[in-house]
């Protein structure tokens, strides 16, 4: 399968503890995007990522929160000392950025359930 | 700033009927339209796009959408609803940046009844 892959699809965790995600993005994508979903709500952008290097954040990524893309491939997503706010879906997406308007390509999420 | 609305948060149509889902948009420039669907437990999937050109846009699984400047709406169509229709739709606008930042409505949940 060549398409967006997120890891763990799942996580329940404590308050008070840090989580990591994954994201495998399409491999000729330059473009890499998270977004956090809550229930009945559209999702909301946090963070991109051209190659490497994050080019945007948004208000809702808190201090706690921190994305990396070391070699322009895969992503990471942590959250530390989390808080039932927290829970969420948080999506990755992808995309090239051959011109305006190109379609991004979402993974199917790691759902986030913080007790 | 962009915005997305949604006038319908559920949406219940017989199966054969006419699916109308209603998007508005605000923008101080002309957008980039599109409209989403997410099944239960899976991402997003891109239905269809708007970017120039012809406004009438035609996507997959028989959904289409007309981009009218003049009321700022996106809507989507179906002419005859399948049970398999049944999901969340997200109708969304990009940002004129470089980097096409997405802007997402609250979602319309459309229930297809037998």
């Known amino acids: 399968d060549t398409g967006v892959s997120q890891d763990p699809r799942h996580k329940i965790t404590k308050r008070g503890q840090n989580v990591t995600f994954r994201c495998d993005p399409i491999s000729e994508h330059n473009r890499l995007y998270w977004y956090r979903q809550t229930l009945g709500q559209g999702p909301e952008f946090l963070t991109y990522f051209q190659n490497e290097a994050q080019l945007e954040k948004s208000r809702l990524l808190s201090d706690r929160f921190s994305a990396e893309r070391p070699k322009g491939s895969f992503s990471t997503l942590e959250i530390q000392r989390t808080e039932q706010g927290d829970s969420a879906m948080y999506l990755c997406?992808?995309?090239?950025?051959?011109?305006?308007?190109?379609?991004?390509?979402f993974g199917p999420g790691t759902r986030l359930t913080v007790l | 700033a962009q915005s997305v609305t949604q006038l319908g948060s559920h949406v219940s149509v017989s199966e054969g009927a006419l699916v109308l889902l209603r998007c508005n948009y605000s923008s101080s420039v002309p957008p980039y339209l599109f409209w989403y669907v997410q099944y239960p437990n899976q991402g997003l999937q891109l239905l269809l796009k708007?970017?120039?050109?012809?406004?009438l846009v035609k996507g997959i699984n028989g959904f289409e959408a007309e981009f009218k400047k003049s009321e700022t709406s996106f809507h989507l169509t179906k002419p005859s609803a399948h049970m398999s229709d049944a999901a969340e739709y997200f109708c969304?606008?990009?940002?004129?940046?470089?980097?096409?930042?997405?802007?997402f409505g609250p979602g319309t949940s459309l229930s297809v009844i037998p």
């Open positions: 997406a992808s995309s090239h950025s051959r011109g305006r308007g190109d379609e991004q390509f």
């Open positions: 708007y970017t120039t050109g012809a406004t």
């Open positions: 969304a606008v990009t940002l004129k940046t470089s980097y096409d930042k997405v802007i």
